[in-house]
């Protein structure tokens, strides 16, 4: 029930065009859900997030689109660039005790946009 | 302002031997995670700080331990070392939990035992 599933492993997109990467999660306790970006040599850095009452969230060239019945998110990268080549990382949020939130990681994307 | 730092950055170490890991958090962030990220299992809970308290551990065995400092400062230290324990060791910090959760990550330490 910590799981979140990541697909797909890896994406190879052309340069304009659309980058698709799905998740999904079991566990209702989850409220928060992350997307984070990791290059190369880098930790992960926040890309964008979404809560559950929310079925679409957009920042620029990102969106995050959430399908709470379906306990499904995906995040979109429009116009992909070569330089949205990274690591892309689904995550969940829910409460752990003791004051504590605990984030459940999926197990990463590589993305490599080609021109 | 200054992001999370972890010291050292590389380390190379042999089986049985213990290693000890540094991590200064963003100013003002009070919360340190640890988390290990390996190519096959991704990143992993390892454990949470705040205020100098370990208030959440994931499933790791009792060879992970960690502590924090009244600086807010952590670190982490595992000992008897095995092959397995090679992984990216990232850090992150936040203000604390809450409604939203930004945890901002360090660049890691990149471990090897060999």
């Known amino acids: 029930q910590q799981q979140v599933k990541q697909s797909p492993q890896s994406l190879i997109v052309q340069k304009g065009g659309i980058s698709i990467i799905n998740c999904a999660y079991e566990n209702t306790a989850f409220d928060y859900f992350p997307w984070y970006q990791q290059f190369p040599g880098k930790g992960p850095a926040l890309l964008i997030a979404?809560?559950?009452?929310?079925s679409e969230k957009k920042e620029g060239r990102f969106t995050i689109s959430f399908n709470k019945s379906a306990k499904q998110f995906s995040l979109h990268i429009m116009d992909s660039q070569p330089g949205d080549s990274a690591t892309y990382f689904c995550?969940?949020?829910?409460?752990?005790?003791?004051?504590?939130?605990?984030?459940?990681f999926g197990k990463g994307t590589k993305l490599s946009v080609i021109p | 302002k200054a992001g999370v730092t972890q010291t050292p950055r590389y380390l190379i170490k042999t089986r049985g031997q213990q290693v000890t890991l540094s991590c200064s958090p963003i100013s003002g962030h009070r919360s340190v995670s640890w988390y290990q990220q390996t190519p096959g299992q991704g990143l992993q809970f390892l454990f949470e700080y705040f205020s100098e308290t370990q208030r959440n551990k994931g499933n790791f065995p009792g060879r992970f331990s960690g502590r924090q400092f009244s600086n807010s400062r952590s670190e982490m230290n595992v000992s008897t070392l095995e092959l397995g324990d090679s992984a990216l060791y990232l850090c992150?910090?936040?203000?604390?939990?809450?409604?939203?959760?930004?945890?901002?990550f360090g660049p890691g330490t990149r471990l090897t035992v060999t």
């Open positions: 979404i809560r559950p009452d929310v």
């Open positions: 995550a969940a949020k829910r409460y752990s005790g003791a004051g504590s939130y605990q984030l459940t």
């Open positions: 992150a910090s936040s203000l604390a939990g809450g409604r939203s959760y930004e945890q901002y």
